[in-house]
């Protein structure tokens, strides 16, 4: 199974890993990072976080090659503090998240998430679960698709885009992204469609509300923090602009001293910042790997690391 880790070396390297450290895999995927992490930490532990069981029952495999100190949980990292308490687990020395879907999800059409082959409209990272892609096609009012193709695809023409959608839907269920895409390229126009590739939004914005991503992020991250050890690290490898802004604005406030106490000589240890941030402007792939794996020409990798 081919899978690239986007920004693998970057990321090992920036979460200073000890042989006797405790790190966590919040999005294991097909373990590309984790075998990284567990070759480096062979007196240390590993926990890993995925709902995809396909990719938990590959990496399981692949990690055992490695060594037997893991475990992974059938979990969303949402509930990552809670789970670890269950370890009996307090603290831990870094933390990896890498927020984009994985090549064989993308490339497996069945899962519904490549606008570049036809597939069931799904999108579901956790198949367990029965909310879906189509779902939200033919289910959600006009206002709420709106909303949703505005707040997190961006795109511009999203009411031309909905009216279509609902069009369709009064004469039958739309059920592949074949479909989802001729509405798409229905409602812009050829012109448009070819030189602005709205589907990339609308695609997008169905997966993140699919999975509920923002919310998730926006919520685990602040636990992350309060879970590391002084001088643990968390890198966290984004693939668009919304995630990327959620990231920057949690790590800036949990960086710098409270508004309250600012202008004080002396800063209570209550009210200093529990972070530093490590590299002001993100970290982005090299040339090298953009032209070996052109998904990594987005991504963008911060750090922080935990100073009290």
Do not use: W
Request: aromatic fraction near 8%; proline fraction near 3%.
């Amino acid at each position: 199974m081919k899978h690239y880790s986007v920004l693998a070396s970057e990321a090992i390297d920036n979460l200073n890993l000890k042989e006797d450290g405790i790190y966590v895999d919040a999005t294991l995927g097909y373990a590309g990072h984790s075998k990284c992490i567990l070759k480096n930490i062979n007196a240390g532990f590993l926990f890993a976080f995925d709902v995809d069981e396909e990719a938990i029952s590959y990496s399981e495999k692949e990690l055992k090659t490695i060594g037997n100190n893991f475990k992974i949980f059938h979990s969303n990292f949402l509930d990552m503090k809670a789970c670890l308490q269950q370890e009996n687990v307090e603290k831990v020395d870094g933390i990896l998240f890498d927020l984009g879907v994985s090549s064989p999800q993308i490339d497996e059409k069945e899962r519904g998430f490549s606008f570049m082959q036809d597939g069931p409209l799904d999108m579901r990272m956790d198949r367990t679960q029965s909310f879906s892609a189509k779902t939200i096609v033919n289910e959600y009012d006009s206002k709420d698709l709106l909303s949703m193709f505005y707040s997190y695809g961006e795109e511009p023409k999203s009411k031309k885009i909905v009216e279509e959608i609902l069009k369709v839907r009064k004469t039958k269920e739309i059920t592949t992204t074949k479909e989802l895409i001729t509405i798409i390229e229905n409602a812009v126009g050829a012109k448009y469609f070819y030189e602005k590739h709205p589907e990339r939004q609308i695609f997008q914005a169905i997966r993140i509300e699919v999975n509920n991503e923002l919310h998730v992020l926006e919520s685990v991250l602040p636990d992350a923090i309060s879970l590391l050890k002084k001088g643990g690290r968390i890198v966290v490898i984004t693939f668009h602009s919304l995630e990327d802004r959620i990231v920057k604005r949690i790590f800036k406030n949990f960086s710098e001293v409270n508004e309250m106490v600012k202008g004080l000589p002396e800063i209570p240890v209550e009210y200093q910042p529990s972070i530093k941030i490590i590299n002001k402007k993100p970290i982005v792939a090299s040339k090298k790997e953009i032209e070996e794996n052109t998904r990594s020409k987005s991504a963008k990798l911060r750090v922080i690391e935990k100073v009290i």
